[in-house]
Protein backbone atom coordinates (compact mmCIF):
# COMPACT_ATOMS: atom_id res chain seq x y z
CA UNK A 1 0.00 0.00 0.00
CA UNK A 2 3.14 2.05 0.63
CA UNK A 3 4.16 2.07 -2.83
CA UNK A 4 0.87 3.13 -4.40
CA UNK A 5 0.04 6.18 -2.40
CA UNK A 6 1.68 9.33 -3.40
CA UNK A 7 5.33 9.47 -3.11
CA UNK A 8 5.54 13.03 -0.31
CA UNK A 9 9.69 12.60 -0.43
CA UNK A 10 9.97 16.36 -2.21
CA UNK A 11 8.14 17.52 0.61
CA UNK A 12 10.47 15.92 3.13
CA UNK A 13 13.92 16.39 1.19
CA UNK A 14 13.24 20.12 0.86
CA UNK A 15 11.72 22.62 2.87
CA UNK A 16 11.41 25.61 -0.13
CA UNK A 17 9.59 23.38 -2.25
CA UNK A 18 7.40 22.11 0.97
CA UNK A 19 6.40 25.65 1.39
CA UNK A 20 5.74 26.37 -2.11
CA UNK A 21 3.09 23.38 -2.76
CA UNK A 22 1.54 24.38 0.75
CA UNK A 23 1.51 28.20 -0.37
CA UNK A 24 0.07 27.54 -3.79
CA UNK A 25 -2.28 24.40 -2.60
CA UNK A 26 -3.91 26.94 -0.22
CA UNK A 27 -4.18 29.74 -2.94
CA UNK A 28 -5.62 27.30 -5.65
CA UNK A 29 -8.42 26.95 -3.65
CA UNK A 30 -9.48 30.50 -3.62
CA UNK A 31 -8.81 30.91 -7.25
CA UNK A 32 -11.09 27.93 -8.35
CA UNK A 33 -13.75 29.80 -5.95
CA UNK A 34 -12.87 32.67 -8.50
CA UNK A 35 -13.28 30.87 -11.54
CA UNK A 36 -16.84 29.06 -10.73
CA UNK A 37 -18.39 32.63 -9.21
CA UNK A 38 -17.20 34.38 -12.21
CA UNK A 39 -18.99 31.65 -14.75
CA UNK A 40 -22.00 32.03 -12.37
CA UNK A 41 -22.20 35.99 -12.85
CA UNK A 42 -21.67 35.48 -16.78
CA UNK A 43 -24.49 33.13 -16.76
CA UNK A 44 -26.56 35.48 -14.42
CA UNK A 45 -25.82 38.49 -16.46
CA UNK A 46 -26.09 37.02 -20.03
CA UNK A 47 -28.19 33.57 -19.59
CA UNK A 48 -25.93 32.30 -22.38
CA UNK A 49 -24.10 29.48 -22.79
CA UNK A 50 -21.76 31.39 -25.38
CA UNK A 51 -21.17 34.29 -22.81
CA UNK A 52 -19.23 31.97 -20.55
CA UNK A 53 -17.91 30.37 -23.43
CA UNK A 54 -16.43 33.71 -24.24
CA UNK A 55 -14.52 34.16 -21.01
CA UNK A 56 -12.09 31.54 -22.68
CA UNK A 57 -11.30 33.97 -25.34
CA UNK A 58 -10.66 36.88 -22.82
CA UNK A 59 -8.25 34.63 -21.50
CA UNK A 60 -6.39 32.96 -24.43
CA UNK A 61 -5.89 36.61 -25.75
CA UNK A 62 -3.35 37.96 -23.40
CA UNK A 63 -2.50 34.25 -22.36
CA UNK A 64 -0.94 33.43 -25.56
CA UNK A 65 0.41 36.81 -25.88
CA UNK A 66 2.16 37.13 -22.97
CA UNK A 67 2.47 33.35 -22.08
CA UNK A 68 5.52 32.91 -24.84
CA UNK A 69 7.21 36.36 -23.87
CA UNK A 70 6.59 35.60 -19.80
CA UNK A 71 8.69 32.36 -20.54
CA UNK A 72 12.01 34.16 -22.05
CA UNK A 73 11.65 36.46 -18.95
CA UNK A 74 11.79 33.55 -16.99
CA UNK A 75 15.22 32.39 -18.66
CA UNK A 76 16.84 35.85 -18.05
CA UNK A 77 15.60 37.06 -14.69
CA UNK A 78 15.70 35.98 -10.91
CA UNK A 79 12.62 33.48 -11.10
CA UNK A 80 11.98 34.19 -7.52
CA UNK A 81 11.41 37.98 -8.27
CA UNK A 82 9.12 37.46 -11.37
CA UNK A 83 7.15 35.00 -9.61
CA UNK A 84 6.61 38.05 -7.04
CA UNK A 85 5.63 40.79 -8.35
CA UNK A 86 3.52 38.71 -10.99
CA UNK A 87 1.80 37.25 -8.08
CA UNK A 88 1.35 40.76 -6.54
CA UNK A 89 -0.21 41.96 -9.53
CA UNK A 90 -2.76 38.71 -9.58
CA UNK A 91 -3.54 39.74 -5.97
CA UNK A 92 -4.65 42.86 -6.66
CA UNK A 93 -6.79 41.78 -9.80
CA UNK A 94 -8.67 39.67 -7.52
CA UNK A 95 -9.46 42.53 -5.32
CA UNK A 96 -10.80 44.37 -8.39
CA UNK A 97 -13.23 41.37 -8.89
CA UNK A 98 -14.27 41.65 -5.67
CA UNK A 99 -14.68 45.27 -5.87
CA UNK A 100 -17.23 45.08 -8.64
CA UNK A 101 -19.23 42.22 -7.21
CA UNK A 102 -19.58 44.60 -3.68
CA UNK A 103 -20.56 47.67 -5.76
CA UNK A 104 -22.92 45.73 -7.70
CA UNK A 105 -21.26 46.64 -11.21
CA UNK A 106 -23.28 44.29 -13.24
CA UNK A 107 -20.80 45.03 -15.98
CA UNK A 108 -20.14 41.37 -18.00
CA UNK A 109 -17.23 43.88 -20.12
CA UNK A 110 -15.72 44.77 -17.24
CA UNK A 111 -15.64 41.44 -16.01
CA UNK A 112 -14.08 39.98 -19.28
CA UNK A 113 -11.42 42.81 -18.94
CA UNK A 114 -10.45 41.81 -15.46
CA UNK A 115 -10.25 37.93 -16.74
CA UNK A 116 -7.93 38.93 -19.36
CA UNK A 117 -5.67 40.84 -16.92
CA UNK A 118 -5.54 38.31 -14.91
CA UNK A 119 -4.94 36.02 -17.40
CA UNK A 120 -2.09 38.03 -18.69
CA UNK A 121 -0.51 38.42 -14.71
CA UNK A 122 -1.17 34.40 -14.65
CA UNK A 123 1.17 33.72 -18.40
CA UNK A 124 3.84 35.55 -16.50
CA UNK A 125 3.65 33.61 -13.00
CA UNK A 126 3.17 30.20 -14.04
CA UNK A 127 6.09 29.58 -16.17
CA UNK A 128 8.03 31.27 -13.41
CA UNK A 129 7.04 28.90 -10.24
CA UNK A 130 7.31 25.87 -12.68
CA UNK A 131 10.63 26.58 -13.80
CA UNK A 132 11.84 26.71 -10.10
CA UNK A 133 10.49 23.73 -9.23
CA UNK A 134 13.32 21.60 -10.80
CA UNK A 135 15.92 23.98 -9.49
CA UNK A 136 14.63 22.70 -5.78
CA UNK A 137 14.33 19.41 -6.29
CA UNK A 138 16.64 16.18 -8.08
CA UNK A 139 15.44 15.35 -11.21
CA UNK A 140 14.57 11.59 -10.05
CA UNK A 141 11.82 13.45 -7.85
CA UNK A 142 10.24 15.79 -10.45
CA UNK A 143 7.33 12.89 -11.25
CA UNK A 144 6.82 13.05 -7.23
CA UNK A 145 6.63 16.42 -7.01
CA UNK A 146 4.47 16.89 -10.36
CA UNK A 147 2.11 14.15 -9.09
CA UNK A 148 1.68 16.59 -5.54
CA UNK A 149 1.39 19.57 -7.38
CA UNK A 150 -1.75 17.70 -9.41
CA UNK A 151 -2.85 16.58 -6.37
CA UNK A 152 -3.11 20.37 -4.10
CA UNK A 153 -4.71 21.49 -7.73
CA UNK A 154 -7.24 18.93 -7.68
CA UNK A 155 -8.55 19.43 -3.75
CA UNK A 156 -8.82 22.78 -4.96
CA UNK A 157 -10.76 21.59 -7.84
CA UNK A 158 -13.06 19.50 -5.56
CA UNK A 159 -13.33 22.05 -2.69
CA UNK A 160 -13.14 25.23 -4.51
CA UNK A 161 -16.11 25.13 -6.81
CA UNK A 162 -18.13 23.79 -4.25
CA UNK A 163 -17.51 26.12 -2.00
CA UNK A 164 -17.67 28.95 -4.68
CA UNK A 165 -21.35 27.68 -5.41
CA UNK A 166 -22.29 27.66 -2.01
CA UNK A 167 -21.45 31.34 -1.35
CA UNK A 168 -23.30 32.66 -4.56
CA UNK A 169 -26.00 30.05 -3.40
CA UNK A 170 -26.09 31.49 0.35
CA UNK A 171 -24.70 35.00 0.26
CA UNK A 172 -23.15 37.01 -2.63
CA UNK A 173 -20.50 36.57 -5.41
CA UNK A 174 -18.56 39.43 -3.42
CA UNK A 175 -18.03 36.94 -0.41
CA UNK A 176 -16.44 34.25 -3.20
CA UNK A 177 -14.50 36.91 -4.97
CA UNK A 178 -13.52 38.42 -1.57
CA UNK A 179 -11.97 34.45 0.33
CA UNK A 180 -10.09 34.31 -2.83
CA UNK A 181 -8.43 37.65 -2.00
CA UNK A 182 -7.76 35.80 1.58
CA UNK A 183 -6.30 32.84 0.44
CA UNK A 184 -3.97 33.79 -2.24
CA UNK A 185 -1.59 35.70 0.35
CA UNK A 186 -0.90 32.18 0.81
CA UNK A 187 1.16 32.00 -2.60
CA UNK A 188 2.45 35.50 -2.11
CA UNK A 189 4.03 34.68 1.26
CA UNK A 190 5.34 31.24 -0.08
CA UNK A 191 7.01 32.53 -2.94
CA UNK A 192 8.49 35.39 -0.67
CA UNK A 193 10.53 32.76 1.41
CA UNK A 194 12.23 31.59 -1.72
CA UNK A 195 15.61 32.21 -1.81
CA UNK A 196 16.91 33.95 -5.29
CA UNK A 197 16.83 31.54 -8.15
CA UNK A 198 18.64 33.08 -10.94
CA UNK A 199 19.07 32.18 -14.33
CA UNK A 200 22.59 30.01 -15.29
CA UNK A 201 25.07 32.46 -15.89
CA UNK A 202 26.65 30.12 -18.77
CA UNK A 203 27.18 32.01 -22.13
CA UNK A 204 27.36 28.54 -23.47
CA UNK A 205 23.95 27.81 -22.97
CA UNK A 206 22.43 31.49 -24.81
CA UNK A 207 22.01 34.05 -21.67
CA UNK A 208 23.21 37.23 -23.45
CA UNK A 209 24.73 39.99 -21.33
CA UNK A 210 25.39 43.80 -22.21
CA UNK A 211 28.48 45.70 -22.42
CA UNK A 212 28.17 46.11 -18.40
CA UNK A 213 27.97 42.34 -18.11
CA UNK A 214 23.80 42.67 -17.28
CA UNK A 215 21.33 40.47 -18.76
CA UNK A 216 20.61 42.19 -22.24
CA UNK A 217 16.79 42.89 -22.10
CA UNK A 218 14.37 40.21 -23.51
CA UNK A 219 12.95 40.68 -26.89
CA UNK A 220 11.57 39.00 -30.13
CA UNK A 221 14.55 37.30 -30.60
CA UNK A 222 14.86 35.25 -26.90
CA UNK A 223 11.18 34.10 -27.75
CA UNK A 224 11.60 32.81 -31.22
CA UNK A 225 15.06 31.28 -30.07
CA UNK A 226 12.56 29.07 -27.62
CA UNK A 227 10.09 28.51 -30.27
CA UNK A 228 12.93 27.30 -32.50
CA UNK A 229 14.07 24.94 -29.85
CA UNK A 230 10.78 23.42 -29.41
CA UNK A 231 10.94 23.00 -33.03
CA UNK A 232 13.99 19.98 -33.05
CA UNK A 233 12.44 18.41 -30.26
CA UNK A 234 10.23 15.93 -31.35
CA UNK A 235 8.57 14.41 -27.87
CA UNK A 236 8.06 17.88 -26.12
CA UNK A 237 6.46 19.10 -28.87
CA UNK A 238 3.93 16.05 -28.98
CA UNK A 239 3.20 16.01 -25.22
CA UNK A 240 1.75 19.71 -26.60
CA UNK A 241 0.03 18.32 -29.37
CA UNK A 242 -2.21 15.78 -27.42
CA UNK A 243 -3.00 17.72 -24.83
CA UNK A 244 -4.46 20.08 -27.69
CA UNK A 245 -6.76 17.36 -28.80
CA UNK A 246 -8.32 17.21 -25.63
CA UNK A 247 -8.36 20.75 -24.15
CA UNK A 248 -9.34 22.64 -27.22
CA UNK A 249 -11.73 20.10 -28.98
CA UNK A 250 -13.46 18.62 -25.55
CA UNK A 251 -13.09 20.83 -21.74
CA UNK A 252 -16.12 20.61 -20.67
CA UNK A 253 -16.29 23.32 -17.65
CA UNK A 254 -18.60 25.57 -20.08
CA UNK A 255 -21.36 23.38 -19.82
CA UNK A 256 -21.80 22.80 -16.43
CA UNK A 257 -23.75 26.02 -15.18
CA UNK A 258 -26.02 24.88 -18.20
CA UNK A 259 -25.98 21.36 -17.33
CA UNK A 260 -27.40 22.32 -13.33
CA UNK A 261 -30.03 25.01 -14.73
CA UNK A 262 -31.45 23.28 -17.70
CA UNK A 263 -30.96 19.81 -17.83
CA UNK A 264 -29.78 18.10 -14.08
CA UNK A 265 -31.84 20.73 -11.99
CA UNK A 266 -30.57 22.08 -8.68
CA UNK A 267 -29.43 24.87 -10.45
CA UNK A 268 -25.52 26.33 -8.89
CA UNK A 269 -25.11 23.58 -6.20
CA UNK A 270 -25.50 21.03 -8.89
CA UNK A 271 -22.87 23.04 -10.95
CA UNK A 272 -20.21 22.61 -8.09
CA UNK A 273 -21.09 19.36 -7.57
CA UNK A 274 -19.77 18.63 -11.32
CA UNK A 275 -17.06 20.73 -11.30
CA UNK A 276 -16.10 19.02 -7.54
CA UNK A 277 -16.96 15.43 -9.23
CA UNK A 278 -14.23 16.38 -12.27
CA UNK A 279 -11.61 17.01 -9.26
CA UNK A 280 -12.63 13.99 -7.25
CA UNK A 281 -11.17 11.45 -9.85
CA UNK A 282 -8.49 13.86 -10.04
CA UNK A 283 -7.52 13.51 -6.37
CA UNK A 284 -7.97 9.51 -6.09
CA UNK A 285 -5.43 9.30 -9.28
CA UNK A 286 -2.88 11.52 -7.53
CA UNK A 287 -3.26 9.95 -4.29
CA UNK A 288 -2.51 6.58 -5.94
CA UNK A 289 0.26 7.48 -7.68
CA UNK A 290 3.20 6.28 -6.28
CA UNK A 291 2.92 3.09 -8.74
CA UNK A 292 2.32 5.61 -11.74
CA UNK A 293 5.29 7.34 -11.00
CA UNK A 294 7.72 4.79 -10.89
CA UNK A 295 6.41 3.88 -14.83
CA UNK A 296 9.33 4.03 -17.39
CA UNK A 297 6.69 4.05 -20.77
CA UNK A 298 5.62 7.49 -20.11
CA UNK A 299 4.53 8.53 -23.56
CA UNK A 300 1.82 5.56 -23.73
CA UNK A 301 0.96 6.47 -20.15
CA UNK A 302 -0.21 10.01 -21.51
CA UNK A 303 -1.99 8.69 -24.80
CA UNK A 304 -3.88 6.07 -23.20
CA UNK A 305 -4.82 8.59 -19.73
CA UNK A 306 -6.10 11.11 -23.25
CA UNK A 307 -8.38 8.06 -24.41
CA UNK A 308 -10.13 7.62 -21.22
CA UNK A 309 -10.38 11.26 -21.03
CA UNK A 310 -12.20 11.80 -25.01
CA UNK A 311 -14.33 8.48 -23.69
CA UNK A 312 -15.88 10.01 -20.44
CA UNK A 313 -16.54 13.63 -22.12
CA UNK A 314 -18.46 11.89 -24.69
CA UNK A 315 -20.72 9.94 -21.84
CA UNK A 316 -20.86 12.86 -19.91
CA UNK A 317 -22.51 14.40 -22.85
CA UNK A 318 -24.47 11.06 -23.55
CA UNK A 319 -26.19 11.88 -19.74
CA UNK A 320 -27.38 15.19 -21.17
CA UNK A 321 -28.78 14.35 -24.31
CA UNK A 322 -30.97 11.13 -22.38
CA UNK A 323 -32.04 13.60 -20.31
CA UNK A 324 -32.88 16.38 -22.48
CA UNK A 325 -33.41 20.35 -22.21
CA UNK A 326 -36.16 21.17 -19.61
CA UNK A 327 -35.48 23.57 -16.70
CA UNK A 328 -36.51 20.49 -14.08
CA UNK A 329 -38.00 22.08 -10.73
CA UNK A 330 -36.07 19.60 -8.45
CA UNK A 331 -32.57 17.72 -8.99
CA UNK A 332 -32.51 14.53 -11.57
CA UNK A 333 -30.69 12.48 -9.03
CA UNK A 334 -29.31 9.29 -11.33
CA UNK A 335 -28.33 11.56 -14.26
CA UNK A 336 -26.41 14.27 -11.50
CA UNK A 337 -24.93 10.67 -10.13
CA UNK A 338 -23.91 9.38 -14.03
CA UNK A 339 -23.02 12.74 -15.14
CA UNK A 340 -20.73 13.05 -11.80
CA UNK A 341 -19.34 9.10 -12.40
CA UNK A 342 -18.23 10.25 -15.95
CA UNK A 343 -16.59 13.52 -15.09
CA UNK A 344 -14.54 11.78 -12.19
CA UNK A 345 -13.40 9.40 -14.63
CA UNK A 346 -12.23 12.54 -16.79
CA UNK A 347 -11.01 14.37 -14.42
CA UNK A 348 -8.68 11.74 -13.25
CA UNK A 349 -7.37 11.06 -16.75
CA UNK A 350 -6.48 14.68 -16.97
CA UNK A 351 -4.58 14.26 -13.40
CA UNK A 352 -2.48 11.00 -14.88
CA UNK A 353 -1.30 12.95 -18.57
CA UNK A 354 -1.14 16.37 -16.59
CA UNK A 355 2.11 14.76 -14.23
CA UNK A 356 3.96 12.44 -17.34
CA UNK A 357 3.80 15.81 -19.40
CA UNK A 358 5.26 18.35 -17.42
CA UNK A 359 7.65 15.48 -16.38
CA UNK A 360 9.23 15.00 -19.77
CA UNK A 361 9.55 19.10 -20.26
CA UNK A 362 11.15 19.02 -17.00
CA UNK A 363 13.45 15.73 -17.41
CA UNK A 364 14.20 16.22 -21.16
CA UNK A 365 15.08 20.51 -21.14
CA UNK A 366 18.14 21.82 -20.50
CA UNK A 367 17.85 24.57 -17.62
CA UNK A 368 18.12 27.79 -19.78
CA UNK A 369 15.51 26.70 -22.36
CA UNK A 370 12.91 25.94 -19.33
CA UNK A 371 10.96 28.91 -18.55
CA UNK A 372 10.68 29.23 -22.45
CA UNK A 373 9.20 26.07 -22.80
CA UNK A 374 7.43 26.12 -20.15
CA UNK A 375 5.70 29.62 -21.19
CA UNK A 376 4.55 27.19 -24.31
CA UNK A 377 3.58 24.91 -21.90
CA UNK A 378 1.15 27.22 -20.22
CA UNK A 379 -0.13 28.28 -23.49
CA UNK A 380 -1.19 24.82 -24.36
CA UNK A 381 -2.31 24.09 -21.09
CA UNK A 382 -4.37 26.97 -19.26
CA UNK A 383 -5.22 28.26 -23.12
CA UNK A 384 -6.26 24.82 -24.52
CA UNK A 385 -9.15 25.02 -22.01
CA UNK A 386 -10.17 28.29 -22.58
CA UNK A 387 -10.25 28.13 -26.27
CA UNK A 388 -12.19 24.55 -25.69
CA UNK A 389 -15.05 26.50 -23.74
CA UNK A 390 -15.38 28.66 -26.55
CA UNK A 391 -15.44 25.97 -29.27
CA UNK A 392 -17.87 24.36 -27.08
CA UNK A 393 -19.80 27.28 -26.19
CA UNK A 394 -20.27 27.67 -30.38
CA UNK A 395 -21.08 24.48 -30.09
CA UNK A 396 -23.69 24.37 -27.28
CA UNK A 397 -25.50 26.92 -29.35
CA UNK A 398 -25.92 25.26 -32.38
CA UNK A 399 -26.85 21.60 -31.20
CA UNK A 400 -27.73 21.81 -27.54
CA UNK A 401 -24.92 21.19 -24.69
CA UNK A 402 -25.31 17.64 -24.30
CA UNK A 403 -24.28 16.78 -28.36
CA UNK A 404 -21.25 19.14 -28.41
CA UNK A 405 -19.93 17.44 -25.34
CA UNK A 406 -20.68 13.61 -27.03
CA UNK A 407 -19.34 15.41 -30.59
CA UNK A 408 -16.02 17.01 -28.68
CA UNK A 409 -15.05 13.39 -27.21
CA UNK A 410 -15.28 11.73 -30.09
CA UNK A 411 -13.02 14.44 -31.85
CA UNK A 412 -10.56 13.96 -29.60
CA UNK A 413 -10.24 10.73 -30.16
CA UNK A 414 -10.00 10.47 -33.43
CA UNK A 415 -7.59 13.21 -33.74
CA UNK A 416 -5.37 11.87 -30.80
CA UNK A 417 -4.92 8.35 -32.34
CA UNK A 418 -3.97 9.93 -35.53
CA UNK A 419 -1.02 12.13 -33.98
CA UNK A 420 0.06 8.63 -32.62
CA UNK A 421 0.00 7.02 -36.19
CA UNK A 422 2.17 10.30 -37.01
CA UNK A 423 4.67 10.23 -34.29
CA UNK A 424 5.83 6.60 -33.42
CA UNK A 425 8.78 7.51 -30.98
CA UNK A 426 6.31 9.30 -28.63
CA UNK A 427 4.83 5.83 -27.92
CA UNK A 428 7.86 5.00 -27.44
CA UNK A 429 8.98 7.11 -25.23
CA UNK A 430 11.34 5.88 -22.28
CA UNK A 431 11.84 7.69 -18.94
CA UNK A 432 14.90 6.21 -18.43
CA UNK A 433 16.70 7.39 -21.74
CA UNK A 434 14.54 10.31 -21.84
CA UNK A 435 14.72 12.34 -25.36
CA UNK A 436 13.46 15.49 -26.49
Sequence with gaps: MRHLLADITPLRVSPDYRRLWIGLSISNIGTQVTIVAVGLQIYALTGSTLAVGLLGLFSLVPLVALGLYGGALVDHYDRRKVSLLSSSVLWVVVAAIAAQAWFEVESVDLLYGLVALQSAAFAINNPARSAIIPR??????????????????????????????????????????????????????????????PPERDAAVGVVLNSRGRVRAVGLRSVLDGLRYLATQPNVRTTFLVDICAMVLSFPRVLWPAAGVVYLGGGETTTGVLAAAFA??????????????????????????????????????????LVGRGSPDGVIVWAVVAAGIALAFAGGSDSISSVFRQSILQTATPDHMRGRLQGVFIVVVAGGPRLGEMVLG???????????????????????????????????????????
Excluded at 166 to 178: E, G, M
Excluded at 284 to 298: C, E, K, P, Y
Excluded at 304 to 317: K, L, R, V, Y
Design 280 to 321: VGGVLASVFSGGLTRMRMQGQVIIWAITAWGASIAAFGLVLV
Design 136 to 197: LLPKELLPAANALATLSMNVALTGGPLIGAVLVAQLDYAWAYTLDMVLFLAALWSVFRLPPV
Design 394 to 436: VEATWFGEGWAAVVGGLTCLVLLWLVVRLTPDFWRYDARHPTP
